[in-house]
């Protein structure tokens, strides 16, 4: 079928062309094409793939052609006529704008030369200096290379659109090619479609990409940060503050004065600040510790005016390092669905943290414990359906074969000291096992055939509550026993599921509204112990996320944190690399 339209399209551009051949014009405007097609090969479905048939790998000055694909089916289906170039050789304004559009990539963290910026400023310079010299023009014997600097020109000005385009909508980088537990669904955009629509309305190309990136505010808000943290960089970043004992209100000396000039370079501490204090700047007075204060929360680390080991090597890290952690979590937001609904509830993972989000004010937030470095909480996106009172535990397999088993293999009062139950199998109709009839040090993690149950009550290791989303990856949010978790800065403790701070406040809030459940029957039917299902009044959209950058809208300040699950390190060397090829 391909074949066929391709024999048809060609027919018919042989037709446009030789009808109008005898315009100056329309001859130059034909050479223009012919060096398209020879530039990009157009291979037909059928042919055999043979090394000589194969689609080859389009570059242009040392960089790949990205959009190689969408590029050919957008030449395809306008005969190879170019999109960029008037028929008489001249540029057309749109190139341009789409330049000025690719410098602005920058302002996404995105580099313009990823989409051949200095290239196309150069063709544009050569080809206008050619103009100048030769009249309407190259000289003859130049000819040949100016139409072939037009076809150029063209086929990168339009893979820059494509490809451009493409990372605004759904980022430079597949988020599963680096991490197989991102599987939220991002957005997507038939680009050729859109750029063959753009030069038929004679839109600006520049105006109709300003439209493809996300609209959430968190990413303009990220954008202005980005920005800011260039500036700080570009002037020199902040001095580092020397190691030593730990540092605190009262003290004094040089380090103390060093750590004020970070604090102002990076505005904690304003130039006005400390003018009340009777002291002077080598000493830590109260100014200085609010400051550090309000560092280590923008940090996530805990606001104890104390610096520390931890708080000291946030400092110190570079300006210029916080500009690319900016640019990876920019990445990040090209990454996620284009509506997160209304309201809706998110983790952060990276933060350790749950909120509920309506429009875009916070109004419920609360510490979370989140998987384990090898147990890690997957990134998705799912709908919160029910909530469970008083769950039963069903342990999953890889639990009770990491976890279980070498309690047991040490004392089977483990299981009653736990209030669990084991069975004989995972159906529906298995029998309860005698625990101590089971020889456990003879079963190994991949022959343990048993089912471990955990009674509600106070030791569940769900709590008293679960929120329920059902995925892919059994991950829910639930209540935990284990209250002293939550006082810790890094709680990352759990095996892939959500543990929260205040779950009756969650509780309380995904049933709103509801005529039968009010908080003090849900808190009758809590006392009763008895495992109970509640389907919510108004399902609640819930998203698990990976920031290690973002800026709340409640302080409007960039918040930073450690890269727990080695993700960012990830997707640098990715953003580093190449652009793949579509």
């Known amino acids: 079928m391909r074949r066929r339209l391709a024999v048809l399209l060609s027919v018919a551009a042989a037709a446009v062309l030789s009808a109008s051949a005898a315009s100056p014009a329309a001859a130059q405007d034909r050479a223009v094409t012919e060096r398209l097609q020879e530039r990009i090969r157009l291979r037909l479905e059928g042919e055999p793939e043979t090394a000589a048939a194969r689609e080859p790998t389009l570059r242009s000055d040392g960089r790949r052609i990205q959009a190689t694909r969408s590029l050919r089916r957008f030449y395809g289906e306008r005969v190879h006529l170019p999109a960029w170039v008037t028929a008489d050789g001249r540029v057309r304004p749109g190139a341009r704008e789409m330049l000025a559009g690719l410098r602005s990539a920058r302002e996404h963290g995105l580099p313009p030369d990823d989409y051949h910026a200095a290239r196309i400023e150069s063709l544009l310079s050569e080809l206008d200096a050619g103009r100048e010299g030769a009249g309407a023009r190259f000289p003859d014997a130049d000819t040949d290379r100016r139409l072939r600097l037009l076809a150029e020109l063209d086929l990168l000005l339009t893979d820059a659109f494509l490809s451009y385009g493409s990372h605004l909508v759904s980022g430079r980088v ?28 004679g839109r600006s190309p520049r105006a109709a990409l300003a439209e493809l990136a996300p609209r959430h505010p968190g990413y303009a808000r990220l954008q202005e940060a980005l920005t800011e943290y260039r500036r700080m960089a570009a002037a020199g970043g902040w001095p580092t503050v020397p190691g030593g004992p730990a540092l605190r209100a009262g003290d004094a000396g040089p380090r103390v004065a060093d ?23 080598t000493v830590f007075g109260d100014a200085l510790d609010a400051a550090v204060r309000s560092f280590q929360r923008r940090h996530g680390l805990e606001a104890d005016g104390i610096v520390g080991e931890a708080t000291l090597g946030a400092l110190n890290i570079p300006a210029e390092s916080r500009v690319r952690q900016i640019e990876r979590n920019l990445e990040r937001w090209r990454w996620l669905p284009a509506e997160l ?18 429009g875009d004010s916070t109004v419920l937030s609360m510490r979370a414990v989140v998987g384990r470095d090898y147990r890690q909480t997957p990134v998705f996106s799912d709908t919160m359906r029910y ?7 069903n342990v999953p397999r890889s639990i009770a074969a990491r976890d279980i088993l070498p309690r047991l293999r040490e004392s089977v009062s483990y299981l009653e000291e736990q209030g669990m139950v084991v069975y004989d199998g995972w159906s529906p109709d298995a029998r309860p096992v005698d ?72 509780l309380d809030y995904v049933l ?15 006392e009763t112990g008895r495992e109970q299902t509640i389907r919510l009044p108004r399902e609640l959209p819930v998203h698990i996320e990976y920031w290690t950058a973002w800026v709340p809208e409640e302080d409007g300040a960039v918040h930073f944190r450690p890269d727990v699950y080695g993700r960012d390190a990830r997707l640098a060397s990715a953003l580093e690399a190449e652009p793949p090829g579509d």
Not at 260 to 279: M, P, T
Not at 341 to 358: S, Y
Not at 452 to 467: D, I
């Open 174 to 201: 597949d988020p599963r090619s680096i991490d197989p537990l991102w599987t939220v669904n991002g957005r997507e955009r038939n680009m050729a479609a859109l750029l063959a629509r753009t030069l038929e309305q």
């Open 259 to 281: 750590l004020g000039r970070r604090l102002a370079a990076s505005g904690e501490l304003s130039a006005d600040d400390g003018k009340d204090d009777a002291v002077s700047d």
């Open 435 to 506: 625990p101590s009839a089971v020889d456990w040090s003879r079963l190994s993690a991949d022959s343990l055939p048993y089912r471990f149950v955990q009674r509600p009550g106070p030791l569940n290791a769900l709590g008293r509550v679960k929120f329920m989303f059902p995925n892919q990856f059994a991950v829910y949010i639930h209540d935990s026993p284990a209250r002293s978790l939550f006082g810790r800065s890094v709680r990352s403790f759990s095996s892939g599921c959500i543990r929260v701070e205040r779950p009756l406040e969650l």
């Open 387 to 393: 909530v469970v009172l008083n769950p039963t535990w």
């Open 512 to 526: 709103r509204g509801s005529e039968e459940w009010s908080p003090a029957k849900l808190r009758g039917a809590l």
């Open 341 to 358: 609904g209304e309201t809706h509830l998110r983790v952060n993972i990276a933060d350790f943290g749950l909120e509920v989000v309506e």
